[in-house]
């Protein structure tokens, strides 16, 4: 960047009584066209649900999956999902201790994918069990079978990493949204009053109040940014940990934790975009942020080409058969157009968009994200089928197509990601208010905090600094 | 009772391929056959299958039979992964499947270098009358659950009460799963490693003894022994 950090700091600046009109404008007013997009969404997503009852009820059979390659699309998925919950819990941490003033208006964005992409990427583990309706029996619990799951599993291990991680990122998103809740709650009438009371948990805004926030808020985003990095760690190790021929390689780790962050940007850009346009958010979400993120982008992007590099370069090298048997059919065989594929959506698109100054605008940034997008499921794909196809005997090859079952429920359940976000946005104002209003002051929150009791009022109705880049 | 470590030799040179062993092993475990449709999908359930690879170039090629089943392996990959303790090591050293615990996540049969765990897809159906032929010593599996061959655990245990009514040791030789009885050159053996004197001692001790996929260190109990015609000599 030019500029300094504390321009930055300020690249919005709006009088207080228009932010918050703006952005709690879509929490008090419902469009008819809202109603239309939640019934179209819930229509293409909910036989997901009954063609996975049908799936319980019939047997895992009806899915595609088959001797040798038990894991197909929904592995890939829950990887894909997984991975995209990194773009916020962890983005936004690292950008709340780097202190960087442009964050301000995408952390909730951000955070709320990590929620819903995590809460939907857990689901497929469960749809994917031979007996889902047992799947509680990975939980540590005194049950009268007298065993304890089987620590040494890595499936155990994604158990503990995942609810640990939704715990946590459900926390780092909901503490500094309670005093936008209270701010509605104090604006709110009737039914609405209600709820948003019990949602503010009595929040007054005192100084108190403010700092407890703000302690909690450091605290979390250093204690988020381990659990995010061991969870992608523990995920890639479902894979690594098992002999299986290119699965079993060192280098899972650090590349599925690169290729979920990676994977993570582009989904936040995408529904920043969509959020923006939806909502009218233009003079919040600004080319800058776009621009900014987008310098992220790339550098993940380089570093995702580096991983595959290795890994690709080092597995040939070795040229151990069995190994080499998957390694082809990636590079040249079956999976070849899939392979080549996500090498242009993950590096040679979106290298020159981003790369290129005049290029990372909105519209560039959205259209590398997209391609990153389903570059990244490829991968995930990849990265499950081909191996299995090709263990060590090859009298024991097989091959994996999909079936409707699994397509229709991995449709249901992008629809349903999609659902959940556009109802987060009409119960949350999607930019934080009271955050985007700390931003233009010089002073940290808990200084600037008055003592009076009238909540809402605390944060929004100071001046504001006038100066600006 | 004495401590015993089940294990097999398979004698490739006296292996025809005549598939016998995979058809005993269906009729004793009730291992359900799937059908045209599902076989081609790949859902075959052959708990023992016998694989037929080409060797040398043509046209000295000759075939080569390898029978493979569950390698009951010490250190098996399928064990440590399993959530749920359903793929455990028992005291006689078998590599146990126990049902009841299974939830089907299948991690055990992409960590088998062997491809030789099979999985239920549906529920399993018999046409009638052939529901009769079940055999009662051998529980029945349901759909979502994996399986794979157990050494014919019945027989060894209904062989180990036999001897104990009777008040004497096994035998060497007294227990045979159903793929070694069946087998009509006798390539199969089976007994107990833990006595040298047993014949599967012995033979595993053959300068012919090899493993399947040493390299991946999976120390399995099932010993192939090598042929020793080399190739093209016929």
């Not at chain 1, 955050?435 to 929150?445: D, R, S, T, V, Y």
């Not at chain 2, 269906?26 to 060797?55: F, L």
């Amino acid at each position: 960047m030019a500029t300094n950090s504390a321009a930055q700091a300020n690249v919005i600046d709006i009088k207080a009584e228009k932010i918050r009109k703006d952005l709690l404008l879509p929490v008090f007013h419902t469009s008819r066209r809202y109603y239309v997009l939640v019934f179209v969404l819930g229509a293409i997503g909910l036989p997901g649900m009954f063609v996975y009852a049908y799936q319980m009820y019939e047997g895992m059979g009806v899915a595609g999956i088959t001797r040798p390659v038990f894991w197909g699309f929904y592995i890939t998925n829950f990887v894909f999902w997984i991975g995209i919950s990194h773009a916020g819990t962890l983005i936004s941490a690292i950008l709340r201790l780097c202190n960087a003033g442009w964050r301000r208006p995408v952390t909730r964005c951000a955070e709320a994918i990590t929620v819903f992409a995590l809460a939907i990427g857990a689901q497929y583990p469960i749809i994917h069990l031979g007996r889902s309706w047992l799947f509680f029996w990975l939980i540590p619990y005194p049950s009268e079978r007298g065993i304890w799951p089987n620590f040494r599993s890595p499936l155990v291990w994604d158990f503990f990493a995942i609810s640990t991680y939704l715990t946590g990122s459900l926390t780092f998103l909901l503490l500094p949204i309670i005093p936008d809740w209270a701010m509605v709650r104090d604006r709110a009438t009737g039914v609405r009053k209600r709820i948003y009371t019990v949602l503010a948990l009595g929040w007054r805004g005192t100084p108190r109040e403010w700092h407890r926030l703000e302690v909690a808020m450091r605290i979390m985003a250093v204690t988020i940014l381990p659990v995010a990095v061991s969870v992608h760690t523990i995920v890639s190790w479902d894979f690594a940990m098992a002999p299986v021929p290119m699965w079993h390689s060192t280098v899972f780790g650090p590349y599925f934790v690169a290729g979920a962050i990676f994977s993570g940007i582009a989904a936040l850009i995408i529904a920043m975009a969509l959020v923006r346009k939806a909502l009218h958010l233009e003079e919040y979400l600004k080319p800058l942020h776009f621009d900014n993120l987008g310098k992220l982008l790339l550098v993940m992007s380089l570093l995702w080409i580096y991983f595959i590099f290795a890994e690709r370069l080092t597995v040939w090298y070795g040229n151990q058969p069995a190994e080499m048997a998957a390694f082809w059919s990636i590079q040249r065989g079956r999976f070849a157009v899939l392979f080549w594929t996500m090498i242009c959506c993950n590096f040679l698109i979106p290298f020159p968009i981003l790369a290129i100054k005049k290029l990372r605008t909105i519209a560039g940034t959205v259209i590398a994200s997209s391609t990153i997008v389903v570059g990244m499921w490829l991968e995930r794909f990849l990265i499950v089928v081909p191996p299995l196809e090709h263990k060590y005997l090859p009298y024991d090859w097989g091959s994996y197509r999909p079936t409707w079952v699994e397509i229709t429920i991995t449709v249901g359940t992008f629809m349903g990601m999609i659902l959940l976000y556009v109802l987060f946005v009409k119960f949350v104002p999607i930019i934080s208010i009271w955050e985007l209003k700390g931003g233009q002051h010089a002073k940290p929150i808990a200084e600037q905090a008055n003592a009076t009791v009238n909540p809402a009022a605390i944060r929004l109705d100071s001046t504001l600094p006038s100066t600006n880049s | 009772m004495a401590h015993r470590w089940w294990g097999m030799v398979i004698d490739l040179d006296r292996c025809t391929g005549c598939e016998a062993c995979v058809a005993a092993c269906h009729a004793e475990n009730n291992i359900v056959t799937v059908g045209a449709g599902q076989a081609a999908r790949g859902r075959t359930m052959h708990w023992i299958h016998v694989e037929r690879y080409w060797e040398g170039e043509f046209p000295n090629i000759r075939a080569r039979f390898q029978p493979v089943l569950c390698q009951q392996c010490d250190a098996a990959p399928c064990e440590p992964v399993c959530p749920t303790y359903a793929s455990y090591h028992n005291p006689e050293g078998l590599n146990a499947q126990v049902y009841n615990r299974c939830i089907g996540t299948r991690y055990c049969a992409n960590a088998c270098p062997y491809t030789a765990r099979y999985f239920n897809w549906f529920n399993p159906a018999w046409d009638k009358p052939l529901q009769l032929q079940l055999n009662p010593d051998v529980s029945l599996r349901e759909v979502g659950v994996m399986e794979k061959c157990t050494f014919c655990n019945q027989r060894i245990l209904a062989g180990e009460i036999k001897a104990k009514a009777e008040n004497r040791e096994l035998r060497d030789g007294e227990v045979k799963p159903a793929c070694v009885q069946s087998c009509p050159t006798t390539a199969m053996v089976f007994g107990d490693l833990n006595d040298p004197n047993s014949q599967v001692s012995r033979m595993s001790r053959s300068v012919r003894a090899t493993t399947l996929l040493a390299e991946v260190g999976t120390l399995p109990k099932v010993t192939y022994l090598e042929r020793e015609s080399s190739h093209g000599d016929e």
